[in-house]
């Protein structure tokens, strides 16, 4: 009796969908964008402006942020580029249907879209030399609010999808998510969505 109990259960689980499976890979895979300009709160009262690009396979990740001096994002200021793996793990234990994600950044790059900011860029050492307006660099090493890659060279993340939208976890206010245990405990609010 208690083995037909046992196989019920699971052809009914089988048949039923069973629980919810985490995020896998071939989940992922495509591009996925911005719906809308996007405020993120600075911690002093200012926001910084931007829109997410995502292309992903099902063992690689490419993210291109577009930053934005105004609230529309009419004008770019300057955008970051980062490639490499990532990996997904178990389902989060702290943020239902989602599952942990790590985000390796194998290269990481920059482009001034205005004058004063290639500036700033070249006066902070960032990249190998002078900067010009248009031209993408390197940035492996400490450059402005980014860690060298030798410090922080992964993002430990979680991640849901909802349909057509993609959530990543809510970055804290420093921005570090270095280390396991800094992987964000809720969602972020700005879905990234597939075209």
Request: aromatic content about 8%.
């Amino acid at each position: 009796m208690r083995i037909l109990a046992i196989a019920l259960i699971t052809l009914c689980a089988a048949a039923c969908g069973g629980a919810k499976s985490h995020v896998r890979p071939q989940d992922l895979a495509g591009t996925w964008d911005s719906a809308t300009c996007e405020a993120v709160p600075n911690g002093d009262g200012s926001n910084n402006y931007l829109q997410r690009h995502f292309q992903l396979t099902e063992s690689d990740w490419t993210l291109r942020l577009d930053f934005f001096g105004d609230a529309g994002c009419q004008t770019k200021l300057f955008t970051a580029r980062v490639v490499g793996p990532y990996s997904l793990g178990q389902d989060s234990e702290k943020v239902s249907g989602a599952t942990e994600g790590t985000f390796t950044f194998g290269e990481r790059y920059l482009t001034a879209h205005l004058q004063p900011l290639a500036d700033v860029f070249t006066q902070s050492g960032c990249g190998t030399g002078a900067w010009t307006v248009g031209v993408e660099q390197p940035v492996p090493g400490a450059c402005l609010s980014f860690k060298p890659l030798t410090e922080c060279g992964k993002d430990h993340d979680v991640v849901k999808v909802e349909g057509t939208q993609l959530f990543f976890g809510q970055r804290p206010a420093d921005n570090d998510m270095c280390a396991p245990e800094k992987r964000p405990q809720t969602l972020a609010t700005h879905p990234v969505v597939k075209p």
